[in-house]
Structure formats: structure tokens, C-alpha cells
């Protein structure tokens, strides 16, 4: 593309250049991440944003140009954002050299205030590391966010040259609290070890069943359009697992996906996986590993306070949003402990406890977590949690019962889902 297109392509995706204009959706709500990338526009190193695709990462990173137009009430000139999406083949150095050029019309060393520049689906453009390199260690007053849809897609074209001078953070799907503030609901704040009931609770529980069939994807949130889902999802195969790793099989990564969509939360079978794929069981092993790094799944593993022994241990695997399980016969059992694994992982890396069988355990947060998503529970289902250490905290994630129990002499709280989904550890 010639340099008057690539400004053009400039100037049509800055428009607070010319009117007072950032482009947020008209229904919006503002991601829990947001402020800590708010803090971090003010370190020297690279702001590295990676999430799935369709998690919303463009609108944050315009979210972020809006809290620097309007709360920090900067020169919007000192913003300059483009996506890679419309030109894939121009190198972030000519973006930059044009925009210093043309629109700052002022050289990067004689600037006394730090300008802004993010650049969207950076991953696409072979090399990106190298070329914001070459302006970043200038020592230049030059803050870059970057995003990609993976974090192998950003570390691989960042490379050796980038390191220390990154900080990666992942945008998930919408948890139960960001669907609610974008239905314009204030969350109200659960603590798990001492949980007090909403007093909106019905709409909560409303609310919390169009999240179960939405996902957290927001461009479903509207309409669940499976078609849509299924083309976003070849997009991740095909884009950001087949052009990044040495997939063979497709079919293969395929059929996987699927089993861990159908079984979320089921232990992950090497052998049989193998067999019924038609594969061997080695080349199980990379696909898994590849889902992970495309953030299509997530491995829990068993709580055994050795890491030697969890190595020998087969992990779960479950979906990173439960909106995939719509599209094959996924049980709503299965569902709803894939929205409670998703949700915990908010608090720490979530694993489960093998003998006796129990859903979820944070071991750092000392609380055990079984997950009985129907109407009739009973003393019986939370028979299990009893079997971890007496210091550990009892939950049993219900429909929508809340009381607390005494099963074997250890007390047991038993929360409705949608009430763990708004919860905090401590």
C-alpha cells in the first residue's frame, strides 16, 4: 500500500483527531482489568494485551484512549491507535514513522510530553517485535499497547528481543459481574467465607440464566447465534493454532475441541483420546498443549501437595467459555461447573481433589468447592468435601439454595451458583 493509503488508513481509525470521538459501543460496560492497564500506561515497558477472539480487546484498548481523552484530558493528537486486521503487511515502523511525520509533524526526541500509540492484532505482521524494538529502546517518550489473540502469537513475534521490556496481561470472556454491569446492573460483592444473600436477588438469578445461555462473549450477549460462534471458532483453528504450530491433523484438533466441549470437566483420557481420534497418543499431548496456548481450554489439576505427584495425575480440561458448550450436547451439569472453574480461576489457579472426588479446591485460599446445580441438593452431595483438611472452608454451589449445613461434623455453606460467580475469596 502506498504512504497516502496507510494514511488514510491512519487518519479513518483516529478520529478524536478531528472530533471528540472515540468509537465504545452504544451498550458498554468497563472490563476488571481496565484499571490496572490504566496504571501500567505509565511504565516505560511494552503493555501486551492477549485474549481470545471476540473477548473484546479493540474495545478495551479504545476504553483505555477514552479514560486518556477524557479523564486525563491529553492532547488527543498524543493517541494514535491502528489495527492490523485492515493491513496485515505494513510494518509497525511505517505506522509509527508516518504518524510521526505527518500527523505529530514534530521528531519523537523533541517531545516533552509521552504520546500513546496501540497497535491492534499486532501479531499479524511477521517481525512485530523487532520493529517496536527499534523505536522503544530510542529511550523516546513512547508508551505501545499492543494485542494479539494468543499469547504464543505476541511472545513468538516478540521474541528474544522484547524480553524485559513486556508486560503480558490476559483479557478472559465476561465473568457474571461484567455481564452484569453491561446489563447495567452494580454487582454486589460476595465473600465466600462469610456470604450475606442480595437483596435483588431474583433479578440476579434471571440475569445469571441469559448469562448461562450467552456465554461470556459479548457479541452474543444479544442473540446467540451459533453460526457466528462456529466461523469465530474455525477462525482460532485456523488462524491462531494452525498458521503458529505444526498441526497435521486438523480433524484431530478438531475432535478434541469438541470432546472437551461435550466432557468440560471431565479428566482428560490420553489413550483413549488417541484411539478414538485415530491418532497417537503424543500427538494428543501437542494439541492439548496448542488448545491452551490458543486459550480454548484450561487444565485443572488433581490437589495432591506434590507436584511430582500431580505430573503422574491426569488433568480435567475445561472450555474457557462456556458459550462452546451450545454447540454440541454438552450437560448442564458439566456447564455449570465450567462457569464455576472460570469464575474461580478470577481468584487463583483452581485444581481438583481426586479421592474423594471433588470439583474445584483453591489450595492457597483453603476453600473445597462442589458444584450440584439443581434444585433438590441434599447433605449428601457435600459428603465429599468433608475428606479435605479441617482447615479448608466447605462450599456447596447449588441452584439456587443458600443455608449452611453441618455434614460429619464440618460445616458446609451451601450458595447458589450464581452467588459463587459473584464472589470473592476472602
Given at each position: 500500500m502506498n504512504r497516502a493509503g496507510v494514511l488514510e488508513l491512519i487518519?479513518?481509525?483516529n478520529p478524536w483527531w478531528t472530533k471528540d470521538s472515540v468509537p465504545l459501543p452504544a451498550q458498554f460496560a468497563p472490563r476488571t482489568i481496565?484499571?490496572?492497564l490504566e496504571e501500567h500506561l505509565q511504565e516505560e515497558r511494552i503493555t501486551a494485551v492477549s485474549g481470545l477472539r471476540r473477548t473484546g480487546k479493540t474495545t478495551l484498548l479504545h476504553w483505555l484512549i477514552h479514560q486518556l481523552l477524557h479523564e486525563e484530558g491529553i492532547d488527543p493528537h498524543r493517541v494514535c491507535y491502528f489495527s492490523?486486521?485492515?493491513?496485515?503487511?505494513?510494518?509497525?515502523?511505517?505506522?509509527v514513522?508516518?504518524?510521526?511525520?505527518?500527523?505529530?509533524a514534530t521528531p519523537f526526541s523533541d517531545l516533552d510530553q509521552p504520546i500513546y500509540i496501540f497497535l491492534d492484532e499486532v501479531q499479524k505482521v511477521?517481525?512485530?517485535?523487532?520493529?517496536?524494538?527499534?523505536?522503544?529502546?530510542?529511550?523516546?517518550?513512547?508508551?505501545?499497547v499492543v494485542t494479539g489473540s494468543s499469547a504464543m502469537n505476541l511472545t513468538k513475534g516478540a521474541g528474544e528481543s522484547l524480553a524485559g521490556r513486556i508486560r503480558l496481561h490476559r483479557l478472559e470472556?465476561?465473568?457474571f459481574t461484567e455481564f452484569l454491569r453491561y446489563k447495567g446492573i452494580q454487582p454486589p460483592t460476595v465473600t465466600l467465607t462469610e456470604p450475606s444473600y442480595p437483596e435483588n436477588a431474583k433479578k440476579l438469578r434471571i440475569l445469571f440464566a441469559?448469562?448461562?445461555e450467552s456465554g461470556g462473549l459479548p457479541e452474543f450477549f444479544e442473540e446467540q447465534d451459533r453460526e457466528l460462534l462456529k466461523q469465530t471458532l474455525d477462525l482460532v483453528f485456523f488462524r491462531d493454532i494452525v498458521e503458529m504450530f505444526p498441526v497435521k491433523r486438523v480433524d484431530v484438533l478438531k475432535g478434541l475441541f469438541r470432546i472437551f466441549t461435550e466432557h468440560s470437566g471431565q479428566r482428560v483420557n490420553y489413550t483413549k483420546h488417541a484411539r478414538d481420534l485415530d491418532t497417537d497418543y503424543q500427538t494428543v499431548k501437542a494439541y492439548i498443549q496448542y488448545l491452551e496456548d490458543a486459550y480454548l481450554i484450561h487444565e485443572s489439576k488433581p490437589y495432591t501437595g506434590s507436584t511430582r505427584k500431580e505430573l503422574r495425575k491426569r488433568p480435567k480440561a475445561y472450555v474457557t467459555d462456556h458459550a462452546y458448550t451450545h454447540l454440541w450436547d454438552c450437560d448442564?451439569?458439566?456447564?455449570?461447573e465450567t462457569v464455576a472453574f472460570n469464575h474461580l480461576r478470577g481468584l487463583e489457579d483452581p485444581c481438583y481433589n481426586q479421592d474423594p472426588e471433588i470439583d474445584i479446591v483453591l489450595p492457597k485460599s483453603k476453600l473445597g468447592i462442589e458444584v450440584k446445580h439443581r434444585e433438590n441438593v441434599s447433605p449428601s452431595h457435600a459428603r465429599p468435601l468433608t475428606g479435605l483438611p479441617e482447615d479448608f472452608f466447605l462450599i456447596l454451589a447449588s441452584k439456587n439454595t443458600f443455608d449452611t449445613w453441618t455434614v460429619n461434623g464440618r460445616e458446609v455453606t451451601v450458595l447458589p451458583l450464581w452467588m459463587l460467580c459473584l464472589a470473592r475469596a476472602t
Open positions: 487518519r479513518e481509525q481496565g484499571p490496572t492490523f486486521d485492515l493491513a496485515d503487511e505494513t510494518p509497525p515502523r511505517r505506522i514513522t508516518l504518524y510521526e511525520e505527518d500527523i505529530l511477521e517481525d512485530w517485535g523487532n520493529e517496536v524494538k527499534s523505536i522503544h529502546d530510542r529511550g523516546y517518550s513512547v508508551k505501545f470472556p465476561f465473568s441469559d448469562y448461562l448442564p451439569g458439566l456447564r455449570a
